[in-house]
């Protein structure tokens, strides 16, 4: 099937939504899960899109914001996901590959404005000194109307006015080319969870990396809640273990220094 | 730097607050802006002067030269977790109400934002995004509808949750700086426990890897080497390994847009050769 005029244009004002929410990170409704969900419901796939909605949403697991990098933004990729496997009848797994290229345009362009949006600051320096509230606040205005309606206009592009280029080059790629697509869906999580253990693994923490692991790979289960569980008892376990040791640590430096004894504590962690 | 205000200080044992209740909520709504003017120059200072700046116009109402200088000293960069914002700026709220010397104010914002942006990302990017995106996306993959119900109810809870923590951050006002520095290496540190052991079972859960190869004449000599080698030995041994590569590479500082290369090179080229 086609996406019709009517269909982007409601995509088009569903990205600007999402976008909204992507830029402030408020309800987070930027996230595949429920970008590509909404994305179905326009499309006349719920199921499609919910299914979609899982996939991306664990390919893009620890792509996140913190950390310092921008990631291939959640809206374009959910929003393409969901398109380019309704409209050429492709895997979803398979899409999210292919969704990827529009993701990273949009990331860029959020980095462009990132850089860019630094020349309005001497506009709110001013507003600041002037104490002129009013156009203070109305100057925060134009850098979100600028990323509400970029996010709409790449939207509409990508899933209405490309859609003929992209089904031919749908059709017309090999089959292992698309089961290579389908493959990468499978290990792209494995992209996100490196990021995330680059800025928390510590030795220390390795054997509840190894834990969780290990279950996971011996108890069968649908779902990570039980390891969720176990984690949460571990988590317990050691709030209760360290404020007992912040206790004794005071009490030793109390009994430290009424004794008078010069040097400083070291713990030993 | 003396402050010229004209509003006496308030020495009263009990504070008479200028706010409503239903203002400090709002101000815990409101502080979902500080992202809406970012740049890499000063991040999210606009934003952040917006969200309280009502509040300020209230405080400095006929001290002109008091809301100039609370404005400008906000436009300094900030850069904190978004999430916990509220509480930061309930407790500088009290303070600006009592007309602490602002220079005070100024250094204890600058001394608090990047503790605070250290525990949000702890709690909210490193563990609640990965229990909660893990579990409603392994509930929605099989086509329920009440996985992507479940992730957005939870996002919701967080979203009002910013209006009790304003209201902790006015209330206890200075004392939250207490409770932020006693608090916050010990719940970074549990969060971390949580997050790592959830993170584990993502990788085993998630990531699939899975060789098609085998080795032998054929017949019924073959030797599958995922079902009959790794699966018996070490399952999931290919996703875990392959997950570590990818960290080490981030360790020698590639870009992550390089990893997702290498991982479709890899995708398509094993697809190619047919190993997978």
Same mark, same amino acid.
């Given at each position: 099937?086609?996406?019709?005029?009517?269909?982007?244009?409601?995509?088009?004002?569903?990205?600007?939504?999402?976008?909204?929410?992507?830029?402030?990170?408020?309800?987070?409704?930027?996230?595949?899960?429920?970008?590509?969900?909404?994305?179905?419901?326009?499309?006349?796939?719920?199921?499609?899109?919910?299914?979609?909605?899982?996939?991306?949403?664990?390919?893009?697991?620890?792509?996140?914001?913190?950390?310092?990098?921008?990631?291939?933004?959640?809206?374009?990729?959910?929003?393409?996901?969901?398109?380019?496997?309704?409209?050429?009848?492709?895997?979803?797994?398979?899409?999210?590959?292919?969704?990827?290229?529009?993701?990273?345009?949009?990331? &860029?362009? %959020? /980095?462009? @404005?990132?850089? *860019?949006?630094?020349?309005?600051? $001497?506009?709110?320096?001013?507003? =600041?000194?002037? !104490?002129?509230?009013?156009?203070?606040?109305?100057?925060?205005?134009?850098?979100?109307?600028?990323?509400?309606?970029?996010?709409?206009?790449?939207?509409?592009?990508?899933?209405?006015?490309?859609?003929?280029?992209?089904?031919?080059?749908?059709?017309?790629?090999?089959?292992?080319?698309?089961?290579?697509?389908?493959?990468?869906?499978?290990?792209?999580?494995?992209?996100?969870?490196?990021?995330?253990?680059?800025?928390?693994?510590?030795?220390?923490?390795?054997? &509840?990396? %190894? /834990?969780? @692991?290990?279950? *996971?790979?011996?108890?069968?289960? $649908?779902?990570?809640?039980?390891? =969720?569980?176990? !984690?949460?008892?571990?988590?317990?376990?050691?709030?209760?273990?360290?404020?007992?040791?912040?206790?004794?640590?005071?009490?030793?430096?109390?009994?430290?220094?009424?004794?008078?004894?010069?040097?400083?504590?070291?713990?030993?962690? | 730097?003396?402050?010229?205000?004209?509003?006496?200080?308030?020495?009263?044992?009990?504070?008479?607050?200028?706010?409503?209740?239903?203002?400090?909520?709002?101000?815990?709504?409101?502080?979902?802006?500080?992202?809406?003017?970012?740049?890499?120059?000063?991040?999210?200072?606009?934003?952040?002067?917006?969200?309280?700046?009502?509040?300020?116009?209230?405080?400095?109402?006929?001290?002109?030269?008091?809301?100039?200088?609370?404005?400008?000293?906000?436009?300094?960069?900030?850069?904190?977790?978004?999430?916990?914002?509220?509480?930061?700026?309930?407790?500088?709220?009290?303070?600006?109400?009592?007309?602490?010397?602002?220079?005070?104010?100024?250094?204890?914002?600058?001394?608090?934002?990047?503790?605070?942006?250290?525990?949000?990302?702890?709690?909210?990017?490193?563990?609640?995004?990965?229990?909660?995106?893990?579990?409603?996306?392994?509930?929605?993959?099989?086509?329920?509808?009440?996985?992507?119900?479940?992730?957005?109810?939870?996002?919701?809870?967080?979203?009002?949750?910013?209006?009790?923590?304003?209201?902790?951050?006015?209330?206890?006002?200075?004392?939250?700086?207490?409770?932020?520095?006693?608090?916050?290496?010990?719940?970074?540190?549990?969060?971390?426990?949580?997050?790592?052991?959830?993170?584990?079972?993502?990788?085993?859960?998630?990531?699939?890897?899975?060789?098609?190869?085998?080795?032998?004449?054929?017949?019924?000599?073959?030797?599958?080497?995922?079902?009959?080698?790794?699966?018996?030995?070490?399952?999931?041994?290919?996703?875990?390994?392959?997950?570590?590569?990818?960290?080490?590479?981030?360790?020698?500082?590639?870009?992550?847009?390089?990893?997702?290369?290498?991982?479709?090179?890899?995708?398509?080229?094993?697809?190619?050769?047919?190993?997978?």
């Amino acid at each position: 099937m086609s996406i019709t005029m009517g269909q982007g244009i409601l995509i088009a004002i569903w990205a600007m939504i999402a976008g909204l929410d992507c830029w402030l990170q408020a309800f987070f409704i930027f996230r595949p899960i429920i970008v590509c969900t909404i994305t179905g419901l326009i499309l006349g796939d719920l199921q499609l899109g919910v299914i979609a909605g899982g996939l991306t949403e664990l390919a893009f697991a620890g792509l996140t914001p913190a950390g310092g990098t921008q990631p291939p933004n959640t809206v374009l990729c959910g929003i393409m996901t969901v398109v380019i496997a309704k409209a050429n009848g492709t895997a979803p797994a398979t899409a999210i590959g292919l969704s990827l290229p529009f993701a990273m345009l949009m990331q &860029y362009i %959020l /980095l462009l @404005f990132y850089s *860019s949006f630094s020349l309005f600051m $001497s506009k709110f320096d001013k507003y =600041a000194a002037e !104490g002129n509230a009013k156009a203070f606040k109305r100057l925060n205005f134009v850098p979100l109307t600028i990323v509400t309606l970029s996010f709409g206009i790449v939207a509409f592009l990508s899933a209405y006015a490309a859609q003929g280029p992209m089904h031919t080059l749908v059709t017309s790629m090999p089959q292992w080319l698309t089961h290579g697509f389908e493959i990468a869906g499978g290990i792209l999580p494995a992209v996100g969870f490196a990021m995330l253990l680059k800025v928390m693994l510590k030795p220390q923490y390795f054997p &509840y990396l %190894l /834990l969780g @692991f290990v279950m *996971s790979s011996m108890i069968p289960f $649908s779902n990570v809640l039980p390891v =969720a569980l176990v !984690g949460a008892v571990f988590a317990m376990i050691e709030y209760f273990r360290t404020s007992e040791t912040n206790e004794l640590r005071t009490e030793i430096k109390g009994l430290k220094d009424s004794s008078n004894s010069g040097g400083g504590y070291n713990d030993g962690i | 730097m003396a402050s010229n205000n004209t509003v006496e200080k308030k020495n009263t044992g009990k504070r008479k607050s200028l706010f409503t209740n239903h203002e400090i909520s709002m101000l815990g709504i409101r502080s979902n802006l500080v992202q809406a003017s970012f740049s890499y120059e000063r991040m999210h200072a606009p934003g952040w002067t917006w969200a309280q700046l009502p509040y300020w116009e209230k405080i400095y109402k006929g001290d002109k030269d008091g809301l100039k200088r609370v404005m400008t000293d906000n436009m300094e960069f900030i850069n904190s977790s978004p999430p916990l914002y509220p509480i930061l700026m309930g407790l500088l709220l009290t303070m600006e109400e009592d007309h602490v010397d602002p220079t005070t104010i100024k250094g204890l914002k600058n001394a608090l934002f990047g503790p605070m942006a250290g525990i949000g990302d702890a709690i909210f990017w490193f563990t609640i995004m990965p229990i909660v995106g893990g579990i409603s996306a392994s509930i929605a993959k099989n086509g329920n509808v009440f996985g992507p119900i479940l992730f957005f109810l939870v996002y919701l809870f967080l979203f009002w949750s910013r209006i009790p923590l304003a209201h902790l951050g006015y209330n206890l006002g200075t004392r939250a700086i207490d409770v932020i520095e006693d608090n916050s290496k010990v719940i970074s540190h549990v969060a971390s426990i949580l997050g790592l052991t959830v993170i584990g079972g993502l990788i085993a859960s998630y990531v699939t890897m899975k060789l098609t190869i085998t080795i032998g004449a054929g017949g019924n000599s073959a030797i599958s080497l995922q079902k009959d080698l790794f699966d018996k030995i070490f399952p999931n041994i290919l996703p875990f390994a392959f997950v570590f590569f990818l960290y080490w590479l981030l360790k020698k500082n590639i870009n992550p847009l390089w990893l997702i290369v290498i991982t479709f090179v890899l995708a398509i080229g094993m697809s190619f050769i047919g190993w997978m």
